[in-house]
C-alpha cells in the first residue's frame, strides 16, 4: 500500500507559513499585492480565480480583481497590464488562461514584467531556469517538488520519467527534477513504447492530459507516482490522468486526485507573490 501525499495539507502548511510571513511584513509597513486578470467567463477558469483570491485573502495579500468581457481586444489588454507593470502597489500580475481566440497568448505572456510574473511564464523566467539563475518557476511543477521535498522523498540519483511537455507543466517539471540532480526522461504522444519507459521510473510524473490512462502496468513496483491530471470522469467525480485504486497497491507513494497536486499550484502562486515583494519591492 502507497503513503498517500497529502497536497491539501502541505499546501496547509505553506499558506500558513506565507501567512506568518506577510504578517510581519505588514508590521513593518510592507504589503503585498496580486492583481489577477480574466478576460471572459469559462467557468472553469472562473473557479480558480476564485480560488486563487481566496488564498491571497487567506494569506492577507490584497489582490484585484479585473474581470474583462470577451471582447475585450488584445491592444486593452496589453495596455491594462503595461499599466499594472508601472504600479509600485502591485507586485504580481496573473492573467487566467486560456485567453479568447482573438488575442495571442505569447504576447500576453510576454508583456508581463519578469519583476511580477508570479506564474512563471515569461520566456525570461523560463531561461532562467533552464540555465539555472535565479526566477520565478511555472507553479505546479515547484509545488510539485515541494510535495516530494516535504514528504521526504529522495530525488537526487533517481530516474524519474515525466510524461508531457507542455510550457506551463512538462518542461519546466523536467528541469526543475534535472535540477535537483535526477536523471530525467520527457515522454510525450510520440514516445515509442511508453509503457516500457515507465516502468524504469522510480519517479512517475504523468501530465498526460488523458483521464485515468495510466494503469498498473505502466508502473515499477515501489514507485512514487504523481498525478498532475483533474478530469471529470463518467460519473461526474473528480479523477485524475492516473487509475489511483489499481496504481496505489504497487506505488510507495501516490497522489491522489483531488487534494494531491492541485492544491499546490495556488500555495506555490502565493509563494511568487510573496518573493516578488520581497526581490523586487
Ligand atoms: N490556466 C490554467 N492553469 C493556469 C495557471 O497556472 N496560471 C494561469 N495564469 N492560467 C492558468
Redesign the pocket.
Known amino acids: 500500500m502507497a503513503n498517500l501525499i497529502d497536497g491539501k495539507k502541505i499546501s496547509k502548511e505553506i499558506k500558513d507559513e506565507l501567512k506568518a510571513k506577510v504578517e510581519q511584513y505588514k508590521k513593518e509597513g510592507k504589503e503585498c499585492s496580486l492583481a489577477v486578470i480574466q478576460v471572459g467567463n469559462d467557468p472553469a477558469?472562473s473557479v480558480?480565480v476564485g480560488n486563487k483570491k481566496k488564498a491571497c485573502e487567506y494569506i492577507g495579500i490584497g489582490s484585484v480583481s479585473y474581470e474583462l468581457p470577451e471582447e475585450t481586444t488584445e491592444q486593452e489588454l496589453l495596455d491594462l497590464i503595461a499599466k499594472l507593470n508601472n504600479d509600485k502597489k502591485i507586485n504580481g500580475i496573473?492573467?487566467?488562461?486560456?485567453l479568447p481566440k482573438h488575442i495571442d497568448e505569447d504576447k500576453v505572456i510576454n508583456s508581463i514584467s519578469p519583476e511580477k510574473d508570479v506564474?512563471g511564464?515569461h520566456p525570461q523566467s523560463v531561461g532562467s531556469l533552464v540555465i539555472g539563475q535565479p526566477g520565478f518557476v511555472s507553479?505546479?511543477p515547484a509545488g510539485i517538488i515541494e510535495l516530494l521535498k516535504r514528504s521526504g522523498i529522495e530525488i537526487a540519483g533517481k530516474n524519474c520519467v515525466v510524461i508531457g511537455r507542455s510550457n506551463?507543466v512538462g518542461k519546466p517539471m523536467s528541469l526543475l527534477m534535472l535540477r535537483e540532480n535526477a536523471t530525467v526522461t520527457i515522454c510525450h504522444s510520440k514516445t515509442k513504447d511508453l509503457q516500457a519507459v515507465c516502468k524504469q521510473a522510480d519517479i512517475l510524473i504523468v501530465a498526460i492530459g488523458k483521464p485515468q490512462y495510466i494503469g498498473a502496468e505502466y508502473v515499477k513496483d515501489g514507485a512514487v507516482v504523481i498525478d498532475v491530471g483533474i478530469h471529470r470522469d463518467e460519473n461526474n467525480k473528480l479523477c485524475g490522468d492516473v487509475k489511483f485504486d489499481e496504481v496505489e497497491p504497487v506505488a510507495s507513494y501516490i497522489t491522489p486526485v483531488p487534494g494531491g497536486v492541485g492544491p499546490m499550484?495556488i500555495a506555490m502562486?502565493m509563494n511568487n507573490c510573496v518573493s516578488a515583494m520581497e526581490l523586487f519591492s
Open positions: 477558469s480558480y496573473l492573467c487566467q488562461l486560456p506564474d511564464f507553479c505546479t506551463i499550484t502562486l
